[in-house]
């Protein structure tokens, strides 16, 4: 249990909800401020993708929230390209497919998640950034936001922002890194694939620090109090901050629930990934064997192979990349195809 | 559609007479009686609408496209969706923020761009015409008339 050194009173003595009279049972947030002492990266997702689609439209509201540690990649990424999943998987290090844009991120205790959400007609990613840099200058630690809107401390990238719009709503979210262990950062995002070329987003590499080493004091619970006193600053907002945790009644919420079941699903996670392209070559004793997989959402379109007949190519159409058994091919597979076979499922497996 | 327009008070004497389409707004091609209808929403979407396949070609406007920045990635409709008004379509994202698109138009998609799948950035080189998202079989017509001429969408966010 994690416990803060705050000014603020527990949710259990505040209405976190209303329900609206009447046959309709749509539950809608009714605070400003929410901070989540989660550490459930799937409800933390889920709930604020919860605040984004029923708090009040015109109203400002801000979540903070830090995750267990896991990988995050951009709603349009590919996972293969972007994370280290052997890694992760040897670690017990789960990856999740986010909702915005953007790059991948690293998520432990030592980092602090924030989450501006406003009107779309006023949205200013410049102006949300600010209110956050204001925060970090706040501490005592000297820091700019660069060209790209990422905050910055001596040249190094110490957050990560994202950005979604719908029709009338839209957020900035970012990671800040506090105390994060960095390494483990650099080795599960790092990934050694040239060859694989993708049509959706790629992540846009940058040397990174955490604001610890700027600061002998600084802290999540410093963090958290100084971004909610920006908030309410630059947004007059007065309301004192929700705390909410998975264990309480709302997180039974259907559409966060549903949104809890979806985000590690092999359709969200796996089946959105955006077309792909992935040669690989290897040295055989009758030669070599080139292999063009080609790919989209998830699921190979076609499978040229050069140095092997075209039977195991074939069989590899309309299958899901990384997750096929022996079995499902229905081809013979001996001879030379057992060891092209047994090659090409090592480097396309997601999974030891 | 997108957060990083900043939308200009709207001037309060304007008056709003989208009912006649203007002469700006309909292309008449020589030597063919097709007479394509260009109509824009407040969220910055276009349809060209083709009165004789009932076809409505759907593409973001030029000053969408300047306000998103540079697109990285498009993803559309499946052909054959059906839509209505108003309805989530596909999403557009681009180094700045990532937006959803929302058909301006009830109906079926009939076909959708796929040059975009690898050239995202025809939406900022040509977003009104290369770069067009998809077709819509209009189910109702009529809802056309509803949408905004372009010196009415112009009026919504230039100063």
């Excluded at chain 2, 998103?68 to 596909?90: C, H, M, N, R, W």
């Excluded at chain 2, 990532?98 to 076909?111: K, L, N, Q």
Aim: a negative charge; hydrophobic letters at 40%; one cysteine or more.
């Amino acid at each position: 249990m994690i416990s803060f050194s705050f000014r603020y009173v527990p949710s259990a003595a505040r209405r976190l909800y209303t329900t609206a009279s009447g046959a309709s049972s749509v539950i809608t947030p009714t605070h400003s401020i929410y901070l989540s002492t989660s550490t459930n990266p799937y409800f933390n997702l889920s709930f604020e993708d919860w605040l984004f689609r029923h708090a009040p439209q015109k109203e400002p509201l801000l979540l903070l929230y830090r995750d267990a540690p896991c990988v995050v990649i951009g709603r349009n990424q590919n996972p293969w390209k972007e994370v280290n999943l052997r890694a992760a998987r040897a670690q017990g290090i789960p990856w999740i497919r986010r909702r915005s844009g953007g790059g991948t991120v690293y998520h432990d205790l030592g980092n602090t998640n924030f989450s501006i959400h406003v009107p779309r007609t006023t949205f200013d990613r410049g102006a949300t950034a600010q209110v956050i840099l204001r925060a970090v200058r706040a501490l005592g630690i000297d820091a700019d936001v660069n060209e790209r809107n990422d905050i910055c401390v001596g040249g190094e990238k110490a957050s990560g922002s994202a950005y979604k719009i719908v029709s009338g709503r839209a957020y900035h979210h970012g990671t800040m890194l506090i105390t994060t262990r960095l390494e483990t950062l650099g080795d599960l995002l790092r990934v050694d694939k040239d060859t694989m070329i993708t049509k959706g987003v790629a992540s846009v590499r940058s040397p990174v620090c955490n604001l610890a080493q700027f600061s002998k004091k600084v802290s999540h619970e410093m963090f958290v109090n100084a971004v909610v006193d920006s908030f309410k600053a630059e947004y007059g907002v007065h309301d004192e901050p929700c705390i909410v945790n998975d264990t309480d009644d709302l997180a039974r919420i259907g559409y966060i629930q549903r949104g809890m079941a979806e985000l590690p699903s092999w359709d969200w996670a796996f089946g959105q990934t955006p077309e792909f392209e992935y040669t690989i070559k290897k040295p055989f004793v009758w030669g070599d064997v080139t292999a063009h997989i080609h790919a989209r959402h998830g699921v190979i379109l076609s499978c040229t192979l050069q140095g092997l007949d075209s039977e195991l190519g074939k069989a590899l159409e309309g299958k899901r990349y990384g997750f096929i058994e022996d079995e499902e091919l229905g081809v013979d597979l001996s001879g030379r195809r057992e060891v092209v076979w047994a090659w090409l499922n090592e480097e396309m497996k997601s999974y030891d | 559609m997108f957060s990083t327009i900043r939308q200009a008070a709207r001037a309060r004497t304007m008056s709003l007479t989208t009912a006649r389409t203007s002469p700006s707004n309909i292309m008449r091609i020589p030597g063919c009686r097709t007479i394509v209808t260009k109509k824009y929403t407040e969220e910055h979407e276009v349809v060209a609408f083709d009165d004789e396949t009932g076809l409505g070609a759907v593409s973001i406007t030029h000053h969408a496209q300047e306000s998103l920045g540079d697109v990285v990635f498009v993803e559309l409709p499946a052909v054959g969706t059906k839509v209505s008004k108003g309805d989530q379509i596909g999403a557009v994202e681009s180094v700045k923020a990532a937006s959803d698109i929302y058909a301006p138009v009830s109906g079926i998609v009939t076909e959708v761009n796929e040059a975009l799948n690898s050239e995202p950035g025809l939406l900022n080189r040509s977003p009104e015409e290369k770069g067009w998202l998809c077709k819509i079989k209009l189910s109702a017509p009529e809802e056309i008339n509803a949408l905004l001429t372009l010196e009415s969408y112009k009026a919504t966010w230039e100063a």
